[in-house]
């Protein structure tokens, strides 16, 4: 099949293809080993502890030293499972100074799923955390955090010899039903997704030290690259702490960012819904902002008192942002800043940057990455970030990349400035008996706000079909009119289903 034609991109500024030196990230920790401040909190429930950046350096060159009495070497494997905690830091430190290979596993996994990780990439070690279901028939030796997290210090070695193409991390998509498979994360993809970072960072951060401490929750795992990426790259760069909770629900959410005084909070979109819904029922005077105008409207003020005056800022990544929940959160005077990107991309494609919002966008490519759009409106990406493919997956490597573009299976459109629009996955698409063209997203989205309608899914082959979970007492029939009002010819619902 032939590929499709490339849609020529619109003016925007050159990007810096420099390649990445593989240096960078031990010279990073090395660097970032001598910050004389808070690194990471950890509230597990019932208490909280507090580590320095020195702290978590001494961690991390323990495990190192620990890694290497077992001769654990480089281009060998760590199987990690584990929620958010000090010891997952020093882990992927000690890993990447040692050039050992990580292999993260989500901590909402099964033991199941994480035996079959374990038996494709056949890791020296285990080691684990103490919130996931457990490893008891493991074929390798089991290591605990909790333990890591003890030990302060190891010997003097000399730096390990590493370069680009060295795999840093192997990092599993998928599983549960299918084959899983592991991208391949080098350190050339990860020191590419750094300086990015810092070249954004740098001007600001004269800023930051009048604000000093700056502390950031992040309810990402860290078995994600975005989650990663905020604890273990950005927030040394401004420098600021990092907050792990075991406990994510929306009033101890809300809790921890006042009594902690937070500024920013780092999760994935789901988690602004759930902060909606609290805060909607809290103070019901936030249910309706349709006629709210200008920034920071004096009559959230109860609000903003209940996170604290210090929190400002939503950091949003792993999903689609919905363009009301946006609106919602930036109403009440939120700076809302989202991102796009894919674990194969290391995981930053484009990023709004937060003192420069681009509203309903995913901002503009990073620095070293290139994006081009399909003729059949898929996002194509290219740099330096980008895996060279999939663990022990020749098949699958192939498939992802179209004369050296890797593809996303998004479908977007670049803006006159160079920003970014992700309307949806390209699977998901629908295309009508006409050939018009329809995102579930956005049909989704003018469903999800008519009154009594809890969710909703839109699918169809070749029309639109909605599947609606409603309030006791409201008629699918009176939604669906509602909602074929507000939508394009082409959108409209032609049949529904209630779950």
Same mark, same amino acid.
């Given at each position: 099949?032939?590929?499709?034609?490339?849609?020529?991109?619109?003016?925007?500024?050159?990007?810096?293809?420099?390649?990445?030196?593989?240096?960078?990230?031990?010279?990073?920790?090395?660097?970032?080993?001598?910050?004389?401040?808070?690194?990471?909190?950890?509230?597990?429930?019932?208490?909280?502890?507090?580590?320095?950046?020195?702290?978590?350096?001494?961690? !991390?060159?323990?495990?190192?030293?620990?890694?290497? !009495?077992?001769?654990?070497?480089? =281009?060998?494997?760590?199987?990690?499972?584990?929620?958010?905690?000090?010891?997952?830091?020093?882990?992927?430190?000690?890993?990447?100074?040692?050039?050992?290979?990580?292999?993260?596993?989500?901590?909402?996994?099964?033991?199941?799923?994480?035996? #079959?990780?374990?038996?494709?990439?056949?890791?020296?070690?285990?080691?684990?955390?103490?919130?996931?279901?457990?490893?008891?028939?493991? @074929?390798?030796?089991?290591?605990?955090? #909790?333990?890591?997290?003890?030990?302060?210090?190891?010997?003097?070695?000399?730096?390990?010899?590493?370069? *680009?193409?060295?795999?840093?991390?192997?990092?599993?998509?998928? *599983?549960?039903?299918?084959?899983?498979?592991?991208?391949?994360?080098?350190?050339?993809?990860?020191?590419?997704?750094?300086?990015?970072?810092?070249?954004?960072?740098?001007?600001?951060?004269?800023?930051?030290?009048?604000?000093?401490?700056?502390?950031?929750?992040?309810?990402?795992?860290?078995?994600?690259?975005?989650?990663?990426?905020?604890?273990?790259?950005?927030?040394?760069?401004?420098?600021?702490?990092?907050?792990?909770?075991?406990?994510?629900?929306?009033?101890?959410? !809300?809790?921890?960012? %006042?009594?902690?005084?937070?500024?920013?909070?780092?999760?994935?979109?789901?988690?602004?819904?759930?902060?909606?819904?609290?805060?909607?029922?809290?103070?019901?005077?936030?249910?309706?902002?349709? *006629?709210?105008?200008?920034?920071?409207?004096?009559?959230? #003020?109860?609000?903003?008192?209940?996170?604290?005056?210090?929190?400002?800022?939503?950091?949003?990544?792993?999903?689609?942002?919905?363009?009301?929940?946006?609106?919602?959160?930036?109403?009440?005077?939120?700076?809302?800043? @989202?991102?796009?990107?894919?674990?194969?991309?290391?995981? +930053?494609?484009?990023?709004?940057?937060?003192?420069?919002?681009?509203?309903?966008?995913?901002?503009?490519? +990073?620095?070293?990455?290139?994006?081009?759009?399909?003729?059949?409106?898929?996002?194509?990406?290219?740099?330096?970030?980008?895996?060279?493919?999939?663990?022990?997956?020749?098949?699958?490597?192939?498939?992802?990349?179209?004369?050296?573009?890797?593809?996303?299976?998004?479908?977007?459109?670049? %803006?006159?400035?160079?920003?970014?629009?992700?309307? =949806? #996955?390209?699977?998901?698409?629908?295309?009508?008996?006409?050939?018009?063209?329809?995102?579930?997203?956005?049909?989704?989205?003018?469903?999800?706000?008519?009154?009594?309608?809890?969710?909703?899914?839109?699918?169809?082959?070749?029309?639109?079909?909605?599947?609606?979970?409603?309030?006791?007492?409201?008629? *699918?029939?009176?939604?669906?009119?509602?909602?074929?009002?507000?939508?394009?010819?082409?959108?409209?619902?032609?049949?529904?289903?209630?779950?």
């Amino acid at each position: 099949m032939a590929s499709p034609a490339l849609k020529p991109e619109p003016p925007r500024p050159p990007v810096s293809m420099r390649a990445a030196n593989p240096s960078e990230l031990p010279a990073f920790l090395a660097r970032i080993a001598k910050i004389d401040r808070e690194f990471i909190v950890y509230d597990n429930g019932w208490r909280g502890w507090a580590y320095s950046y020195a702290g978590i350096a001494g961690m !991390a060159g323990a495990l190192a030293a620990r890694f290497r !009495a077992q001769g654990i070497n480089k =281009g060998d494997k760590v199987l990690l499972w584990s929620e958010s905690r000090p010891g997952w830091i020093a882990a992927l430190w000690a890993c990447l100074m040692e050039g050992i290979v990580l292999v993260p596993v989500d901590p909402q996994s099964s033991s199941a799923l994480f035996h #079959r990780f374990e038996q494709k990439v056949k890791p020296r070690i285990v080691l684990l955390g103490e919130m996931v279901a457990g490893v008891e028939s493991s @074929q390798v030796p089991v290591w605990r955090l #909790r333990e890591i997290e003890t030990a302060s210090t190891g010997p003097p070695h000399p730096r390990t010899a590493l370069t *680009g193409d060295d795999v840093a991390e192997i990092v599993f998509t998928s *599983g549960t039903t299918a084959e899983p498979k592991g991208v391949l994360m080098t350190h050339r993809n990860l020191a590419a997704s750094l300086r990015p970072l810092e070249e954004q960072v740098a001007p600001y951060r004269k800023y930051f030290r009048l604000l000093s401490p700056l502390r950031v929750l992040n309810l990402l795992p860290m078995s994600h690259l975005f989650g990663q990426a905020i604890a273990m790259f950005l927030a040394p760069l401004v420098p600021a702490s990092v907050v792990f909770l075991s406990n994510a629900g929306p009033d101890e959410i !809300a809790r921890q960012i %006042g009594t902690r005084r937070i500024c920013a909070l780092v999760s994935v979109p789901k988690v602004l819904e759930v902060l909606r819904n609290f805060v909607q029922h809290r103070f019901p005077e936030t249910r309706d902002i349709s *006629g709210v105008t200008g920034p920071w409207p004096l009559r959230f #003020r109860s609000v903003h008192r209940l996170f604290g005056w210090r929190f400002c800022c939503f950091v949003v990544g792993g999903a689609p942002l919905a363009p009301d929940l946006e609106e919602f959160w930036s109403k009440l005077g939120f700076v809302v800043a @989202q991102g796009y990107g894919l674990t194969e991309t290391a995981p +930053i494609i484009s990023f709004s940057h937060p003192f420069h919002v681009q509203e309903k966008t995913a901002g503009k490519p +990073i620095a070293g990455v290139q994006i081009r759009i399909a003729e059949d409106g898929e996002v194509l990406v290219r740099g330096d970030n980008v895996t060279p493919g999939y663990f022990q997956a020749p098949a699958e490597t192939a498939a992802a990349f179209q004369d050296g573009w890797f593809r996303t299976g998004d479908i977007g459109e670049l %803006g006159p400035e160079g920003e970014l629009v992700i309307r =949806g #996955r390209k699977k998901e698409l629908i295309v009508t008996p006409e050939g018009l063209k329809v995102f579930p997203d956005d049909v989704e989205s003018v469903l999800n706000r008519i009154e009594g309608v809890r969710e909703s899914a839109v699918i169809g082959k070749d029309g639109v079909h909605a599947v609606l979970a409603l309030e006791p007492g409201v008629q *699918g029939e009176d939604v669906i009119r509602t909602a074929n009002q507000r939508l394009e010819p082409h959108q409209r619902v032609r049949s529904f289903s209630l779950w």
